[in-house]
């Protein structure tokens, strides 16, 4: 029997979508911070919104993209389950579900790497991303907003 979701009115690029995932992750791992606040994910390119005490360095900013970039090229899974609240609350953050949420919830997984609540469109394995580079970013009133693309991989340069 299939699971009873709430609808989604999205059409996310799954290379996009995934890759945010990461960046999420990522951004989870070396700041502390919780994942996006607000995020914006097209196919050309996307921008996500962070909140820190202050803006990242260079040196910062270029460790992100790399850290991305090598979760990537681990070639993980992608996977999906079905989980209760109950359940999903002991792996992932739910507080940014609406209130109406179905009380069944699908977690989607990058490998070992990130687990989340989510009913977007996802790759079935990173191999299939790309290139994750940082376009510009900008750090305002504890929001650093940073802007991104994937390089899809048939026009990454060897």
């Known amino acids: 029997m299939e699971p009873v979701l709430n609808a989604h009115n999205k ?16 951004m989870v791992r070396l700041f502390g911070c919780p994942r996006s606040r607000n995020a914006h994910i097209e196919r050309k390119k996307s921008k996500c919104d962070y909140l820190l005490a202050q803006a ?7 460790a992100i993209e790399s850290a991305v970039n090598a979760v ?21 953050d739910l507080s940014k579900l609406p209130d109406d ?4 919830l699908r977690i989607v997984r990058v490998g070992d790497y990130d687990a989340c609540a989510c009913a977007g469109a996802h790759v079935k394995n990173t191999a299939e991303i790309g290139t994750f580079q940082i376009l510009s970013h900008d ?8 802007r991104w693309k994937v390089i899809p991989k048939n026009l990454v340069s060897l």
Do not use: K
């Open 56 to 62: 990242p360095t260079d040196e910062q900013v270029a």
């Open 139 to 146: 750090y305002e009133d504890g929001r650093w907003r940073v």
């Open 72 to 92: 990537i090229s681990r070639n993980l899974d992608v996977t999906v389950e079905y989980l209760t609240h109950a359940e999903a609350a002991e792996i992932v």
């Open 11 to 26: 059409e996310e690029y799954p290379p996009m979508h995934t890759a945010e995932h990461i960046l999420n992750a990522t």
């Open 101 to 104: 949420v179905s009380e069944t």
